[in-house]
C-alpha cells in the first residue's frame, strides 16, 4: 500500500490549508485513517482520525480549528486546516488506524506557518 499526502506548503498564522492523502493498493471504504504530524525534535502525534463510518476524533491542540473527512470513491482521506498558527509546523502524514498495523509511512507534505 502506498500513501501519498500531498496541499502542504508555506502560509501566513491565520490561514488554511487543505491536506490530502490518497491510498493506492488498498481500499479506502475497508480502512479507518488518521493524520499525524511530526515537528523537527518531537515525536510523531495524532492530530485527527475518522472511521469507516465517519465518526472523528481530534488532539486537543486542533480541536475546533482541523476538520478530517473521506472520500472512499476517490480513495483520498482530507484534512481541512484553518486558523493555522506557527505551533502547526510540521511533517504531515496519513495511516491506517490503529497504528500498530501502519503501512509504510510515506514522504508526508511539509506545513510551515510563519507569524
Known amino acids: 500500500v502506498q500513501l501519498q499526502a500531498s496541499g502542504g506548503g508555506l502560509v501566513q498564522a491565520g490561514g488554511s490549508l487543505r491536506l490530502s492523502c490518497t491510498i493506492s493498493?488498498?481500499?479506502?471504504?475497508?480502512?479507518?485513517m488518521s493524520w499525524y504530524r511530526q515537528a523537527p525534535g518531537k515525536q510523531r502525534e495524532m492530530v485527527a482520525s475518522?472511521?469507516?463510518?465517519?465518526?472523528?476524533n481530534y488532539g486537543d491542540s486542533v480541536k475546533g480549528r482541523f476538520t478530517i473527512t473521506r472520500a472512499n470513491n476517490a480513495n483520498t482521506v482530507y484534512l481541512q486546516m484553518n486558523n493555522l498558527t506557527p505551533e502547526d509546523t510540521a511533517v504531515y502524514y496519513c495511516?491506517?488506524?490503529?497504528?500498530?498495523?501502519?503501512?509504510?509511512w510515506g514522504q508526508g507534505t511539509q506545513v510551515t506557518v510563519s507569524d
Open positions: 495511516n491506517r488506524n490503529p497504528l500498530w498495523l501502519a503501512w509504510s
Open positions: 493498493g488498498a481500499r479506502l471504504r475497508d480502512y479507518g
Open positions: 475518522i472511521t469507516t463510518t465517519r465518526g472523528t
